[in-house]
């Protein structure tokens, strides 16, 4: 029968609903508090699911991750509460060769390492086998087979490759063959020769001794499953019939109910959860963070995706006793904490540099890969030291100047990286800043939309940074990103939303504020008879985002000496009150419009100009508005979608007869304001 952890693993991948699957991850997590020996089983079992294809999937995998990691304890050997090692027993990990960013080079990486796509491309290729009877399926088969395998006709024989190792089975034959009693297992020939350890690396004798300590589970394990009612799962089954095993165990499961029944299960524990299985006085997460490092450079991107994120929930609860081992004292336990964060960081680094999967939903593009692993960087940032964060921004920093000359990805990647890095470590800023800074205005002039987007949000956590720790780069900042919002009108350009809440975040400070004040006098560019009008064709943008973020930026700059206020922006704000939808936008448009009455008497608003906006007011519903009588923001001869054309001709079936209501009843208010 099915246990509950079966059912609710289950739920994961065929939940009806994302919220459904999120709960099923938060009650494996609650498991793993109500039995905290539980961990390796769970591990495994949600790792099933973290390369699935599915994306809704992977998310809930990724979850119970997290849901699992909230409930095991911080792991730290040096504690009083942990009771240290009598000896140091030899383990795999003290002779795993680390990474470093010493031996990090983004050239040598571009060069020679395989570039990351959305897979291999094998699903797309035609086997050529429809319409063939079944000796030339065969007959093709192997020929493919040999084609895979590197080896040619004349090293490989019929007796390394039957017929019947490719051919597939009729149901009947299978389970003929499932009924015949499978022959015992033979033990190991004694006179076995001998490896030579010393002349295999550091991973393969890491192998040998997981290999091992597998056959010797195989051997120590108590049988407990002696009903005929186990079936495939019977302790008596040999390994070599039931597949590789590790060996058998107990499986208790609480049943719902008045009688508190509970249901024991002889179960066997896969090879992946002994994987996942540490020796005492390790980090309990280190089988795990193994494979993990390994997913990140899979061929197919769903298992990058989800090895990424995580990395990410393990990083984020447990990243202060990665490496970390009883036996050893505080200054090593954090040396050995640098030496796996700093080895992980170089292989997230790597993928930055070597990924290229992409995609684009609406106004910008989609980078699963780069923008998880970019968020487990962050997260292993959280718990390096100085040093370190300081040599991965170096390292994020030549994938940038890489990408100027390079592939985009490359430079996308190592600005999404930096942004979360100083956005996660606020308090090495001042240290952060200057390289953050110089790749990102550098960045924010690029040709590449995309480009500019990641960079406008690289410098978002920095704003407050830059007031105080590099004001004399300032107006460089202020600059840039005026000049990356002019190529920015189109509707599909995605760096106008992050650019417009860049220049919001910087004119919040009065520093800014000032500085692009005296400016103007003597610099036109910074004036604001040229600012202001730049941002008219972003207050009916097609995007939310966009026109959400204009006005923010609108309302920074109103409190600027001189005010912003003149007749065009007057009637554009009215125009907003009118034609907007969004309750949001909206009421940032009444905030914007009560900013501006105190000088709207010098605007210049003539009786013209008012009659129109009290005949727009008053249309019926139902009628069309005269487009006679609305301002167009955009510059002549741009074109792109009406977002208002819903409104404009009072379309009811589209726009709900309340919101038009409101909308005019809140566009009179305004003008009876004025």
Not at 498 to 522: D, G, P
Not at 615 to 620: F, G, L
Request: net charge negative; charged share 25%; proline share 4%.
């Amino acid at each position: 029968m099915t246990t509950r952890l079966d059912r609710l693993v289950a739920l994961l991948d065929s939940g009806a609903t994302p919220v459904v699957r999120a709960t099923a991850a938060r009650q494996i997590g609650g498991i793993q508090r109500q039995h905290p020996e539980e961990l390796f089983r769970l591990l495994s079992r949600v790792y099933e699911y973290i390369g699935s294809k599915s994306w809704d999937t992977r998310i809930a995998a990724a979850q119970a991750i997290e849901a699992i990691a909230k409930e095991v304890p911080e792991w730290d050997p040096n504690s009083d509460d942990i009771k240290p090692a009598a000896d140091k027993t030899e383990d795999e990990e003290d002779d795993i060769e680390y990474l470093n960013f010493g031996q990090f080079n983004v050239d040598s990486v571009i060069r020679h390492g395989r570039l990351l796509l959305g897979s291999a491309g094998r699903e797309y290729e035609d086997d050529g086998l429809e319409g063939l009877n079944p000796a030339q399926r065969v007959a093709a088969q192997r020929a493919q087979m040999r084609k895979r395998l590197g080896i040619g006709a004349e090293f490989l024989g019929d007796d390394l490759l039957a017929d019947e190792d490719i051919a597939v089975k009729s149901p009947l034959a299978n389970a003929a063959a499932a009924k015949r009693k499978p022959e015992p297992a033979s033990e190991p020939k004694a006179e076995e020769a001998q490896i030579d350890m010393s002349k295999l690396s550091a991973r393969e004798r890491n192998r040998l001794k997981r290999k091992a300590r597998l056959e010797g589970s195989k051997k120590k394990k108590v049988d407990v499953g002696t009903a005929s009612s186990a079936g495939p799962s019977s302790s008596s089954t040999p390994a070599s019939a039931a597949g590789p095993v590790v060996g058998s165990a107990v499986s208790v499961t609480e049943q719902s109910g008045d009688n508190a029944a509970i249901v024991v299960e002889a179960t066997r524990a896969s090879n992946r959860e002994a994987v996942f299985a540490i020796s005492a006085g390790r980090w309990a997460f280190s089988g795990l963070a193994a494979m993990l490092s390994v997913d990140l450079f899979d061929a197919s991107w769903e298992v990058r995706h989800g090895a990424g994120m995580a990395l990410r929930e393990v990083l984020k609860h447990h990243g202060f006793g990665a490496g970390r081992a009883a036996g050893f004292s505080a200054e090593e336990n954090s040396r050995r904490n640098q030496l796996f964060l700093e080895d992980l960081c170089v292989r997230l680094c790597c993928v930055f540099a070597l990924d290229r999967f992409g995609d684009f939903v609406s106004d910008h593009v989609v980078a699963p890969v780069r923008e998880t692993c970019a968020q487990a960087l962050g997260a292993a940032s959280q718990w390096a030291a100085q040093a370190l964060v300081q040599s991965t921004q170096a390292a994020l920093l030549q994938l940038i100047a890489r990408g100027e000359t390079g592939p985009w990805e490359v430079r996308h990647a190592g600005l999404s990286a930096m942004r979360y890095v100083v956005a996660v470590r606020r308090d090495l800023a001042p240290l952060l800043a200057g390289g953050a800074l110089d790749a990102a205005l550098g960045a924010l002039r690029a040709a590449d939309d995309d480009v500019r987007a990641v960079a406008a949000e690289t410098l978002l956590p920095l704003a407050d940074t830059l007031v105080t720790c590099q004001p004399h780069r300032l107006l460089d900042v202020v600059g840039a990103a005026w000049d990356a919002l002019s190529g920015s009108i189109d509707d599909l350009a995605a760096a106008a939303s992050a650019v417009l809440a860049l220049l919001a975040r910087l004119f919040t400070h009065e520093e800014v504020r000032s500085a692009v004040s005296a400016a103007s006098i003597t610099d036109a560019r910074f004036s604001q008879s040229v600012l202001v009008p730049q941002l008219y064709s972003f207050l009916r943008h097609a995007l939310l985002g966009v026109r959400r973020a204009a006005l923010q930026t609108l309302l920074a700059m109103a409190k600027m000496t001189g005010g912003v206020c003149n007749a065009i922006l007057l009637r554009l704000v009215f125009q907003n009150i009118l034609l907007e939808t969004d309750n949001e936008v909206r009421a940032l448009s009444r905030d914007l419009w009560t900013k501006l009455l105190p000088d709207a008497a010098q605007a210049g608003l003539g009786v013209d100009i008012l009659g129109s906006m009290f005949a727009v007011a008053c249309t019926p519903i139902g009628s069309s508005l005269a487009r006679s009588l609305l301002l167009d923001p955009l510059p002549h001869g741009v074109t792109r979608h009406n977002v208002d054309a819903p409104m404009l001709s009072q379309d009811l079936g589209l726009i709900p007869r309340d919101m038009v209501l409101r909308c005019r009843v809140e566009a009179a208010a305004a003008l009876g304001q004025l």
